[in-house]
Protein backbone atom coordinates (compact mmCIF):
# COMPACT_ATOMS: atom_id res chain seq x y z
CA UNK A 1 0.00 0.00 0.00
CA UNK A 2 3.10 2.45 0.54
CA UNK A 3 4.33 1.67 -2.77
CA UNK A 4 1.16 2.37 -4.48
CA UNK A 5 0.79 5.66 -2.50
CA UNK A 6 4.21 6.89 -3.07
CA UNK A 7 3.39 5.72 -7.03
CA UNK A 8 0.14 7.19 -7.51
CA UNK A 9 0.99 11.05 -7.67
CA UNK A 10 3.38 9.86 -10.41
CA UNK A 11 1.14 8.13 -12.03
CA UNK A 12 -1.22 10.63 -12.12
CA UNK A 13 1.44 13.23 -13.47
CA UNK A 14 2.24 10.91 -16.51
CA UNK A 15 -1.87 10.18 -17.56
CA UNK A 16 -2.30 13.97 -17.40
CA UNK A 17 0.91 14.50 -19.59
CA UNK A 18 -0.24 12.05 -22.07
CA UNK A 19 -3.65 13.09 -22.26
CA UNK A 20 -2.34 16.96 -22.69
CA UNK A 21 -0.83 15.68 -25.90
CA UNK A 22 -3.65 13.46 -27.47
CA UNK A 23 -6.76 14.51 -29.67
CA UNK A 24 -10.21 13.94 -27.02
CA UNK A 25 -13.49 12.77 -28.67
CA UNK A 26 -16.46 11.92 -26.13
CA UNK A 27 -20.20 11.40 -26.16
CA UNK A 28 -22.77 11.09 -24.21
CA UNK A 29 -26.38 9.73 -24.87
CA UNK A 30 -29.38 8.49 -22.61
CA UNK A 31 -32.90 7.47 -22.86
CA UNK A 32 -35.88 7.68 -20.40
CA UNK A 33 -39.28 6.56 -20.56
CA UNK A 34 -41.72 3.80 -19.20
CA UNK A 35 -42.35 0.12 -20.50
CA UNK A 36 -43.87 -2.63 -19.97
CA UNK A 37 -42.52 -6.48 -19.14
CA UNK A 38 -44.92 -9.63 -19.19
CA UNK A 39 -42.48 -11.86 -17.05
CA UNK A 40 -40.06 -9.25 -15.25
CA UNK A 41 -39.42 -12.11 -12.24
CA UNK A 42 -38.32 -14.34 -15.50
CA UNK A 43 -40.18 -17.15 -13.89
CA UNK A 44 -40.27 -20.82 -16.40
CA UNK A 45 -43.91 -21.51 -15.71
CA UNK A 46 -46.78 -19.59 -18.43
CA UNK A 47 -49.18 -19.21 -15.35
CA UNK A 48 -46.80 -17.44 -12.94
CA UNK A 49 -45.63 -14.89 -15.68
CA UNK A 50 -46.95 -11.30 -14.22
CA UNK A 51 -47.21 -8.27 -16.34
CA UNK A 52 -45.95 -5.22 -14.71
CA UNK A 53 -44.57 -1.46 -15.57
CA UNK A 54 -41.80 0.01 -14.78
CA UNK A 55 -39.13 3.42 -15.34
CA UNK A 56 -36.32 3.07 -17.25
CA UNK A 57 -33.28 5.04 -17.80
CA UNK A 58 -30.41 4.01 -20.18
CA UNK A 59 -26.91 6.19 -20.50
CA UNK A 60 -23.98 5.52 -22.55
CA UNK A 61 -20.74 7.41 -22.11
CA UNK A 62 -18.18 7.13 -24.74
CA UNK A 63 -14.36 8.24 -24.60
CA UNK A 64 -11.54 8.34 -27.26
CA UNK A 65 -8.08 9.51 -26.76
CA UNK A 66 -5.24 9.25 -30.18
CA UNK A 67 -2.22 9.94 -29.71
CA UNK A 68 -0.55 11.09 -33.13
CA UNK A 69 -1.27 8.68 -35.74
CA UNK A 70 -0.01 5.58 -34.31
CA UNK A 71 -2.12 5.36 -30.73
CA UNK A 72 -5.87 5.06 -29.81
CA UNK A 73 -7.58 4.55 -26.64
CA UNK A 74 -11.10 4.16 -25.89
CA UNK A 75 -13.40 3.78 -23.41
CA UNK A 76 -16.94 2.91 -22.74
CA UNK A 77 -19.63 3.13 -19.87
CA UNK A 78 -23.31 1.38 -20.02
CA UNK A 79 -26.03 1.95 -17.26
CA UNK A 80 -28.97 0.54 -17.27
CA UNK A 81 -31.92 1.23 -14.21
CA UNK A 82 -35.47 -0.43 -13.82
CA UNK A 83 -37.74 0.80 -11.05
CA UNK A 84 -40.98 -1.88 -11.69
CA UNK A 85 -44.10 -0.96 -10.49
CA UNK A 86 -45.45 -3.44 -8.32
CA UNK A 87 -42.49 -6.43 -8.21
CA UNK A 88 -40.24 -4.30 -6.73
CA UNK A 89 -37.70 -7.05 -5.74
CA UNK A 90 -36.59 -6.87 -9.53
CA UNK A 91 -35.83 -3.50 -9.30
CA UNK A 92 -32.26 -3.47 -11.04
CA UNK A 93 -29.44 -2.14 -12.27
CA UNK A 94 -27.03 -2.98 -14.76
CA UNK A 95 -23.27 -1.45 -15.33
CA UNK A 96 -21.19 -2.47 -18.41
CA UNK A 97 -17.80 -0.93 -19.12
CA UNK A 98 -15.11 -1.39 -22.15
CA UNK A 99 -11.45 -0.25 -22.32
CA UNK A 100 -9.02 -1.05 -25.16
CA UNK A 101 -5.84 0.42 -26.29
CA UNK A 102 -4.39 0.06 -29.57
CA UNK A 103 -0.83 1.06 -31.25
CA UNK A 104 -0.15 0.73 -35.44
CA UNK A 105 3.06 -0.54 -36.42
CA UNK A 106 2.05 -0.48 -39.90
CA UNK A 107 1.00 -3.44 -41.28
CA UNK A 108 0.64 -5.00 -37.29
CA UNK A 109 -1.65 -3.04 -34.87
CA UNK A 110 -1.05 -5.08 -31.32
CA UNK A 111 -3.39 -3.52 -28.11
CA UNK A 112 -5.25 -4.57 -25.65
CA UNK A 113 -8.99 -4.76 -24.35
CA UNK A 114 -10.87 -5.42 -21.26
CA UNK A 115 -14.48 -5.73 -20.33
CA UNK A 116 -17.28 -5.70 -17.49
CA UNK A 117 -20.47 -6.30 -16.81
CA UNK A 118 -22.36 -6.73 -13.55
CA UNK A 119 -25.84 -7.00 -12.77
CA UNK A 120 -27.47 -6.21 -9.57
CA UNK A 121 -31.36 -6.37 -7.88
CA UNK A 122 -32.74 -6.26 -5.40
CA UNK A 123 -33.62 -9.54 -5.03
CA UNK A 124 -30.50 -10.81 -5.42
CA UNK A 125 -31.32 -13.88 -7.53
CA UNK A 126 -29.82 -13.26 -10.37
CA UNK A 127 -26.74 -11.14 -9.59
CA UNK A 128 -23.77 -11.43 -11.63
CA UNK A 129 -20.02 -10.49 -12.23
CA UNK A 130 -18.84 -11.05 -15.88
CA UNK A 131 -15.09 -9.93 -16.66
CA UNK A 132 -12.69 -10.29 -18.92
CA UNK A 133 -9.18 -8.87 -21.04
CA UNK A 134 -7.19 -9.74 -23.63
CA UNK A 135 -4.11 -9.14 -25.83
CA UNK A 136 -4.64 -8.95 -29.28
CA UNK A 137 -2.62 -9.05 -32.50
CA UNK A 138 -4.14 -7.36 -36.17
CA UNK A 139 -2.64 -8.51 -39.37
CA UNK A 140 -3.07 -7.25 -42.47
CA UNK A 141 -2.28 -10.39 -44.87
CA UNK A 142 -3.93 -8.58 -48.20
CA UNK A 143 -5.35 -5.66 -48.76
CA UNK A 144 -8.74 -7.04 -48.51
CA UNK A 145 -7.52 -9.16 -45.77
CA UNK A 146 -7.19 -8.92 -42.10
CA UNK A 147 -6.70 -11.66 -39.65
CA UNK A 148 -6.93 -11.31 -35.68
CA UNK A 149 -5.53 -12.99 -33.00
CA UNK A 150 -6.78 -12.44 -29.75
CA UNK A 151 -5.42 -14.30 -26.03
CA UNK A 152 -6.46 -13.53 -22.26
CA UNK A 153 -8.47 -14.50 -19.61
CA UNK A 154 -12.20 -14.65 -18.28
CA UNK A 155 -14.09 -14.94 -15.44
CA UNK A 156 -17.55 -15.49 -13.67
CA UNK A 157 -18.73 -14.64 -10.42
CA UNK A 158 -22.52 -15.94 -9.75
CA UNK A 159 -23.98 -15.25 -5.95
CA UNK A 160 -26.90 -16.51 -5.92
CA UNK A 161 -24.69 -20.05 -5.98
CA UNK A 162 -23.12 -18.81 -2.88
CA UNK A 163 -23.79 -20.70 0.37
CA UNK A 164 -22.37 -17.38 2.39
CA UNK A 165 -19.07 -17.56 4.85
CA UNK A 166 -19.21 -20.95 7.14
CA UNK A 167 -21.35 -20.52 10.06
CA UNK A 168 -19.08 -21.99 13.20
CA UNK A 169 -22.19 -23.33 15.03
CA UNK A 170 -23.69 -25.18 11.79
CA UNK A 171 -23.07 -28.57 10.88
CA UNK A 172 -21.17 -29.19 7.88
CA UNK A 173 -22.32 -28.71 4.58
CA UNK A 174 -23.29 -31.86 2.43
CA UNK A 175 -22.33 -31.12 -1.52
CA UNK A 176 -25.35 -33.75 -2.06
CA UNK A 177 -28.05 -32.07 -1.34
CA UNK A 178 -26.29 -28.07 -1.63
CA UNK A 179 -24.53 -26.25 -3.99
CA UNK A 180 -20.74 -25.82 -3.12
CA UNK A 181 -19.88 -22.11 -2.14
CA UNK A 182 -19.60 -20.41 -5.78
CA UNK A 183 -20.57 -23.06 -7.83
CA UNK A 184 -21.14 -21.58 -11.08
CA UNK A 185 -17.92 -19.47 -10.62
CA UNK A 186 -15.54 -19.82 -12.76
CA UNK A 187 -12.30 -18.29 -14.39
CA UNK A 188 -9.93 -19.86 -17.24
CA UNK A 189 -8.05 -18.53 -20.48
CA UNK A 190 -9.41 -17.51 -23.90
CA UNK A 191 -8.46 -17.05 -27.34
CA UNK A 192 -9.62 -16.75 -30.41
CA UNK A 193 -8.55 -16.35 -34.59
CA UNK A 194 -10.88 -14.38 -36.86
CA UNK A 195 -10.61 -13.50 -40.57
CA UNK A 196 -11.86 -10.70 -42.22
CA UNK A 197 -12.35 -10.23 -45.64
CA UNK A 198 -13.68 -6.82 -46.96
CA UNK A 199 -13.89 -7.28 -50.68
CA UNK A 200 -15.68 -2.96 -51.15
CA UNK A 201 -16.17 -0.52 -49.20
CA UNK A 202 -19.60 -1.28 -47.93
CA UNK A 203 -19.30 -5.28 -47.61
CA UNK A 204 -17.66 -7.45 -45.15
CA UNK A 205 -17.14 -11.05 -44.19
CA UNK A 206 -15.78 -12.57 -40.74
CA UNK A 207 -14.85 -16.13 -40.23
CA UNK A 208 -13.89 -16.62 -36.29
CA UNK A 209 -12.67 -19.66 -34.22
CA UNK A 210 -12.45 -19.81 -30.78
CA UNK A 211 -12.06 -21.85 -27.19
CA UNK A 212 -11.87 -21.26 -23.74
CA UNK A 213 -11.44 -23.30 -20.41
CA UNK A 214 -13.64 -22.56 -18.05
CA UNK A 215 -12.33 -23.53 -14.48
CA UNK A 216 -14.84 -23.82 -11.58
CA UNK A 217 -14.91 -23.30 -8.11
CA UNK A 218 -17.80 -25.54 -7.43
CA UNK A 219 -18.04 -29.61 -7.85
CA UNK A 220 -18.68 -31.95 -10.69
CA UNK A 221 -22.17 -33.44 -10.45
CA UNK A 222 -21.94 -37.68 -11.04
CA UNK A 223 -23.93 -39.43 -13.89
CA UNK A 224 -27.92 -39.67 -13.79
CA UNK A 225 -28.20 -37.32 -10.40
CA UNK A 226 -28.45 -33.65 -9.99
CA UNK A 227 -26.45 -34.03 -6.74
CA UNK A 228 -23.27 -33.17 -6.41
CA UNK A 229 -20.85 -35.53 -5.72
CA UNK A 230 -19.34 -36.24 -2.42
CA UNK A 231 -17.21 -39.14 -2.24
CA UNK A 232 -20.34 -41.17 -1.43
CA UNK A 233 -21.36 -44.22 -3.25
CA UNK A 234 -17.90 -44.07 -4.94
CA UNK A 235 -18.14 -41.35 -6.79
CA UNK A 236 -15.00 -38.83 -6.03
CA UNK A 237 -15.24 -35.64 -5.12
CA UNK A 238 -14.07 -33.58 -8.42
CA UNK A 239 -14.31 -29.67 -9.47
CA UNK A 240 -15.57 -29.11 -12.66
CA UNK A 241 -14.06 -28.65 -15.62
CA UNK A 242 -15.47 -27.30 -19.25
CA UNK A 243 -14.03 -27.24 -22.45
CA UNK A 244 -16.26 -24.72 -24.59
CA UNK A 245 -15.16 -23.87 -28.26
CA UNK A 246 -16.77 -23.62 -31.35
CA UNK A 247 -16.83 -20.64 -34.29
CA UNK A 248 -19.21 -17.96 -36.04
CA UNK A 249 -19.52 -16.77 -39.49
CA UNK A 250 -21.32 -13.68 -40.23
CA UNK A 251 -22.15 -10.59 -42.97
CA UNK A 252 -22.34 -7.20 -42.64
CA UNK A 253 -23.42 -4.39 -45.46
CA UNK A 254 -23.09 -0.60 -45.01
CA UNK A 255 -25.74 1.07 -47.50
CA UNK A 256 -28.81 2.67 -47.29
CA UNK A 257 -30.14 -0.14 -45.61
CA UNK A 258 -27.45 -1.36 -42.75
CA UNK A 259 -27.79 -5.17 -42.51
CA UNK A 260 -25.99 -8.15 -40.83
CA UNK A 261 -25.69 -11.59 -40.37
CA UNK A 262 -24.92 -14.82 -39.35
CA UNK A 263 -24.69 -18.13 -37.80
CA UNK A 264 -22.69 -19.30 -34.47
CA UNK A 265 -21.84 -22.83 -32.95
CA UNK A 266 -20.32 -23.42 -29.60
CA UNK A 267 -19.92 -26.40 -28.05
CA UNK A 268 -19.42 -27.07 -24.50
CA UNK A 269 -17.61 -30.14 -23.10
CA UNK A 270 -17.69 -30.71 -18.86
CA UNK A 271 -17.14 -32.59 -16.34
CA UNK A 272 -20.42 -32.24 -14.76
CA UNK A 273 -23.53 -34.31 -15.90
CA UNK A 274 -26.23 -32.08 -17.38
CA UNK A 275 -23.85 -29.32 -18.36
CA UNK A 276 -22.63 -30.20 -21.78
CA UNK A 277 -24.83 -28.45 -24.69
CA UNK A 278 -24.70 -27.54 -28.22
CA UNK A 279 -25.45 -24.28 -29.23
CA UNK A 280 -26.42 -23.14 -32.73
CA UNK A 281 -27.21 -18.99 -33.07
CA UNK A 282 -28.63 -17.86 -36.39
CA UNK A 283 -29.21 -13.98 -36.29
CA UNK A 284 -29.84 -11.01 -38.65
CA UNK A 285 -30.21 -7.26 -38.21
CA UNK A 286 -31.34 -4.92 -40.61
CA UNK A 287 -31.71 -0.87 -39.95
CA UNK A 288 -32.52 2.33 -41.87
CA UNK A 289 -33.31 5.98 -41.92
CA UNK A 290 -37.03 6.81 -43.40
CA UNK A 291 -38.55 9.62 -44.61
CA UNK A 292 -40.04 12.60 -41.81
CA UNK A 293 -37.02 11.86 -40.08
CA UNK A 294 -38.10 8.53 -39.01
CA UNK A 295 -35.38 5.61 -38.48
CA UNK A 296 -35.78 1.78 -37.53
CA UNK A 297 -34.12 -0.98 -36.60
CA UNK A 298 -35.33 -4.90 -36.59
CA UNK A 299 -33.49 -7.55 -35.23
CA UNK A 300 -33.82 -11.81 -35.10
CA UNK A 301 -32.21 -14.50 -33.15
CA UNK A 302 -33.29 -18.43 -33.12
CA UNK A 303 -31.13 -20.52 -31.24
CA UNK A 304 -31.18 -24.46 -30.66
CA UNK A 305 -29.47 -26.45 -27.86
CA UNK A 306 -28.82 -29.59 -27.47
CA UNK A 307 -27.99 -31.06 -24.89
CA UNK A 308 -25.66 -34.57 -25.08
CA UNK A 309 -26.20 -35.58 -21.12
CA UNK A 310 -30.08 -35.47 -22.16
CA UNK A 311 -30.86 -32.89 -19.14
CA UNK A 312 -29.69 -29.61 -18.31
CA UNK A 313 -29.84 -28.93 -14.80
CA UNK A 314 -28.76 -25.17 -15.01
CA UNK A 315 -31.00 -23.30 -17.36
CA UNK A 316 -31.30 -20.62 -15.00
CA UNK A 317 -28.19 -19.45 -15.91
CA UNK A 318 -29.76 -18.94 -19.62
CA UNK A 319 -31.74 -16.46 -18.57
CA UNK A 320 -29.38 -14.28 -17.47
CA UNK A 321 -28.81 -12.21 -20.56
CA UNK A 322 -31.48 -11.57 -23.37
CA UNK A 323 -28.72 -12.23 -25.77
CA UNK A 324 -28.49 -15.52 -24.87
CA UNK A 325 -31.95 -16.30 -26.40
CA UNK A 326 -34.16 -16.53 -29.05
CA UNK A 327 -35.95 -13.38 -29.55
CA UNK A 328 -37.36 -10.85 -31.99
CA UNK A 329 -37.18 -6.88 -31.81
CA UNK A 330 -38.21 -3.47 -33.39
CA UNK A 331 -37.45 -0.05 -32.62
CA UNK A 332 -39.24 2.46 -34.20
CA UNK A 333 -37.36 6.70 -33.95
CA UNK A 334 -38.10 9.96 -34.83
CA UNK A 335 -35.75 12.57 -34.65
CA UNK A 336 -37.05 16.10 -33.18
CA UNK A 337 -34.09 17.46 -33.33
CA UNK A 338 -30.09 16.71 -34.02
CA UNK A 339 -29.84 16.10 -30.35
CA UNK A 340 -33.31 14.79 -28.88
CA UNK A 341 -35.12 11.56 -30.77
CA UNK A 342 -38.50 9.82 -29.58
CA UNK A 343 -38.33 5.87 -29.27
CA UNK A 344 -40.72 3.15 -29.15
CA UNK A 345 -39.16 -0.56 -29.29
CA UNK A 346 -40.89 -4.14 -28.68
CA UNK A 347 -39.00 -6.95 -27.90
CA UNK A 348 -39.88 -10.75 -27.40
CA UNK A 349 -37.63 -13.35 -25.87
CA UNK A 350 -37.85 -17.41 -25.52
CA UNK A 351 -35.87 -20.18 -24.31
CA UNK A 352 -36.53 -23.53 -25.33
CA UNK A 353 -35.96 -26.29 -22.29
CA UNK A 354 -35.24 -29.71 -22.27
CA UNK A 355 -38.35 -32.27 -21.12
CA UNK A 356 -36.86 -33.49 -17.82
CA UNK A 357 -37.90 -34.81 -14.40
CA UNK A 358 -38.33 -32.03 -11.41
CA UNK A 359 -35.89 -32.64 -9.29
CA UNK A 360 -37.84 -32.43 -6.03
CA UNK A 361 -40.51 -34.97 -7.86
CA UNK A 362 -39.24 -37.14 -10.39
CA UNK A 363 -43.27 -37.72 -11.61
CA UNK A 364 -43.68 -34.34 -12.70
CA UNK A 365 -41.44 -32.63 -15.66
CA UNK A 366 -40.06 -28.85 -15.37
CA UNK A 367 -41.92 -26.21 -18.10
CA UNK A 368 -40.44 -26.44 -21.20
CA UNK A 369 -41.29 -22.86 -22.39
CA UNK A 370 -39.94 -19.98 -21.53
CA UNK A 371 -41.53 -16.30 -22.95
CA UNK A 372 -41.09 -12.72 -22.13
CA UNK A 373 -41.84 -9.41 -24.25
CA UNK A 374 -40.94 -6.31 -23.36
CA UNK A 375 -42.00 -3.12 -24.50
CA UNK A 376 -40.41 0.91 -24.37
CA UNK A 377 -41.23 4.42 -24.97
CA UNK A 378 -38.66 6.88 -24.35
CA UNK A 379 -36.93 10.13 -24.78
CA UNK A 380 -33.23 9.98 -25.88
CA UNK A 381 -30.78 12.68 -25.87
CA UNK A 382 -27.47 12.52 -27.47
CA UNK A 383 -24.43 14.74 -26.26
Not at 113 to 135: F, P, T
Amino acid sequence: MRALSAIAPLLGVLLSAAAAQAAVQGSLTASLGPGLDTNPSRTVANDASTLDGYLGLAATGKLKLTFGEGQQATGRYDVGLRKFFLTNREDLAVQQAALDWAMSLGRVVVGAEASGKWWASVSGSRDYADLGGDLFLDVALARQVSLRVLAGAHGFVYPPAHLGPPDPAAPPVDPKTADADGAYDWVGPQGSLALRWQPARRHTATLALFGALPYYNGFSRYEGSSEFANGADGYPVVRRRDAQFGGQVSYGYRGPVAVQAGYSYVRINSTSYGEASERHRLWAAASAKLPLRLYASLLAAYQFIGYPDGVFLSWDLQLLDDESQSSVGAKLGFAVTDEIDLEARYASYWFELPKVAAPSDPSATLPTTWWRHTAFLGVTLRL
